[in-house]
T-cell receptor
Framework: EPEVTQTPSHQVTQMGQEVILRCVPI?????FYWYRQILGQKVEFLVSFYNNEISEKSEIFDDQFSVERPDGSNFTLKIRSTKLEDSAMYFCASEKDRNTEAFFGQGTRLTVV | ELKVEQNPLFLSMQEGKNYTIYCNYS?????LYWYRQDPGKSLESLFV?????AVKQEGRLMASLDTKARLSTLHITAAVHDLSATYFC????????????FGTGTRLKVLA
């Protein structure tokens, strides 16, 4: 069964460093999302992406965050200068179209020290 | 903006008992999901509910959707320890936006 794949599964980084979280969506999917979940809290929307541009972003998704689909298969989330409060599980999701279910990846746990 | 609330937030129950988790949302939606999450793990899709009156069952879990009341329920029948997890509902919002809004989650602990 096709699945959304995220790498790495866990990343530890120093505060102020840049990180790139990678996602490989399901191959024929067109809509992509990043969500995050701070430990013990609910899952929060960060950004949606379609046709090589951001469709919508939340207040959390400030200038420190960016997304891109560099090669037609990977979908990346970059955090330019990480802060302690960026520590969370980050989930990527993809969707074939607006009438079908979104599938979530297994998540990347980001720890900023 | 769409708000999604679940209750209870925490639920401790004995094996063999029945219980219901509630998910209320504040604006119209066409689609509601239930997910299970084990500690430190990803989101496992349990149910997708697409229309008013939809009811789906899988094992000891049954989900229903009342779009008029903006309410979904996840009913647990004869709970077993393996059901211990956090359960999230997520509502698709399409009013001027398109994204999934997650509920606060219900942490379920089934005691042997």
């Amino acid at each position: 069964e096709p699945e959304v794949t995220q790498t790495p599964s866990h990343q530890v980084t120093q505060m102020g460093q840049e990180v790139i979280l990678r996602c490989v969506p399901i191959s024929n999917h067109l809509y992509f999302y990043w969500y995050r979940q701070i430990l013990g809290q609910k899952v929060e929307f960060l950004v949606s992406f379609y046709n090589n541009e951001i469709s919508e972003k939340s207040e959390i998704f400030d200038d420190q965050f960016s997304v891109e689909r560099p090669d037609g298969s990977n979908f990346t989330l970059k955090i330019r200068s990480t802060k302690l409060e960026d520590s969370a599980m980050y989930f990527c999701a993809s969707e074939k179209d607006r009438n079908t279910e979104a599938f979530f990846g297994q998540g990347t746990r980001l720890t900023v020290v | 903006e769409l708000k999604v609330e679940q209750n209870p937030l925490f639920l401790s129950m004995q094996e063999g008992k029945n219980y219901t988790i509630y998910c209320n949302y504040s604006t119209t939606s066409d689609r509601l999901y239930w997910y299970r999450q084990d500690p430190g793990k990803s989101l496992e899709s349990l149910f997708v509910l697409l229309s008013n009156g939809a009811v789906k069952q899988e094992g000891r879990l049954m989900a229903s959707l009342d779009t008029k009341a903006r309410l979904s329920t996840l009913h647990i029948t004869a709970a077993v320890h393996d059901l211990s997890a956090t359960y999230f509902c997520a509502v698709l919002t399409t009013s001027g936006t398109y994204k999934y809004i997650f509920g606060t989650g219900t942490r379920l602990k089934v005691l042997a």
